[in-house]
């Protein structure tokens, strides 16, 4: 198939300078995980001091968002992030407390756009940091027939950028969990658009990815040049800022050590290249700093900030 593993090489640079991009956040729709899951070795007896009462709900699920950026530089337009999509049944709504809007249906990345008059098919590039459905899903959408096994793209108008080991896992399933890696999220339109890189580099002038793995083994982040600096979103080796602690990993991470030592580095070098941090599930304020107290270079923590 035209497209699916093709290494498109890296384009000539033309340019001397980073383009600045300007960032807006956006939340593409609520949704629940268990927390047990979310937080992996760490005790319950530990975890549920970290909510206020009534926070965790009775299927011990706690509120996570799917965020994402919309990036607009000299009048291009570049997502990163889709969010979960219109594509789960009534029963995986439930299953996941999908945010639904008034009309009863999962909100999603394009009710995001649309209240700020954004159009799907004006945006370029589409970034995920990894193609687990909470993250892809959103990269297609129900067609006019409503089947869930048929959908379309949803901006039909972009390349998808992803790493080349991302999508080779993607497609064979390699992953902890059963049913992360959907089909219908990437079925053979989205194979034709997708731009598969290797390692950390520049994909679009301005913005680079640099791969972080241990969640997957192909997952990255994604650092954009900002008038304010350098703005990173952030994968799920720091979904919330209750995952900072260096050994809140998921339970279904599929190497656990290894996002312990790459959630250190990220933290090292956030603080010391002065990035600004966007977690992808924080349902609260995602948008943080690193910083270090005064004459502790070991105390790094997060900072809440803005874009
Ligand atoms: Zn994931």
Redesign the pocket.
């Known amino acids: 198939m035209k497209g699916v593993f093709d290494r498109i090489p890296w384009p000539s640079r033309d340019i001397l300078h980073p383009m600045p991009w300007s960032p807006t956040l956006l939340r593409c729709g609520s949704f629940r995980l268990d927390a047990g899951c979310m937080f992996g070795l760490i005790p319950r007896v530990v975890w549920t001091r970290w909510f206020p009462q009534g926070v965790i709900d009775d299927a011990n699920r706690m509120p996570l968002q799917t965020n994402s950026l919309l990036l607009e530089s000299t009048g291009r337009l570049v997502l990163v992030e889709v969010g979960i999509g219109d594509k789960m049944s009534p029963k995986e709504h439930q299953m996941y407390a999908q945010e639904l809007t008034p009309a009863g249906r999962p909100r999603t990345i394009l009710d995001a756009l649309h209240e700020i008059n954004a159009r799907p098919e004006d945006i370029s590039a589409v970034i995920c940091t ?1 193609l ?1 459905f ?2 892809a899903g959103g990269l297609t959408r129900l067609g006019t027939d409503n089947d869930p096994a048929r959908p379309v793209l949803t901006f039909p108008n972009a390349e998808i950028i992803s790493q080349a080991r991302e999508w080779d896992d993607a497609l064979a399933g390699r992953s902890t969990m059963n049913k ?1 890696y959907l089909p219908n999220h990437l079925n053979p339109e989205v194979r034709e658009r997708i731009r598969l890189v290797e390692g950390e580099r520049e994909v679009l002038p301005g913005i680079t990815v640099i791969p972080v793995p241990g ?2 083994w192909g ?1 990255q982040v994604i650092k954009i040049e900002t008038p304010r600096g350098p703005v990173v979103f952030c994968n ?1 080796v720091m979904p919330t800022a209750l995952h900072a602690p260096p050994t809140t990993n998921h339970a279904y991470d599929v190497e656990p050590y290894t996002s312990i030592l790459e959630r250190a580095k990220l933290f090292a070098r956030a603080a010391s290249e002065k990035w600004t941090l966007v977690l992808d599930h924080e349902p609260n304020h995602p948008v943080h700093r690193v910083e270090a107290e005064a004459g502790k270079p070991d105390s790094l923590h997060l900072v809440q900030a803005g874009l």
């Open positions: 990894h687990h909470d993250h992360t969640h997957t997952q799920d």
